[in-house]
């Protein structure tokens, strides 16, 4: 029982934790950047800027600063 209510625990705070998240991604294949609201995969998608934003709108202003994301 112990064990059940620990691992519901752990599963509720990673899904906490990672909800919110956005994150600015380079495609490798037409060099354009986008919001991704998961972690980009590293091969098809980069992963450029800051890391994880908390809004959208903040992953949003952080593509117009960028150099990798100007054409």
């Known amino acids: 029982m112990k064990k059940s209510l620990l691992t519901a ?4 705070a990673a899904q906490a ?3 919110g998240q956005f994150y ?6 037409t060099r354009e950047c986008h ?6 995969d590293g091969t ?9 934003y908390k809004t959208e709108a903040e992953a949003e202003q952080a593509i117009q600063s960028l150099t990798e994301c100007k054409s």
């Open 44 to 52: 098809t998608q980069k992963m450029v800027g800051s890391g994880a």
């Open 35 to 40: 919001v991704m609201d998961t972690r980009p």
């Open 9 to 12: 625990a752990f599963v509720f």
């Open 17 to 19: 934790l990672a909800a």
């Open 24 to 29: 600015v991604a380079l495609d490798t294949s």
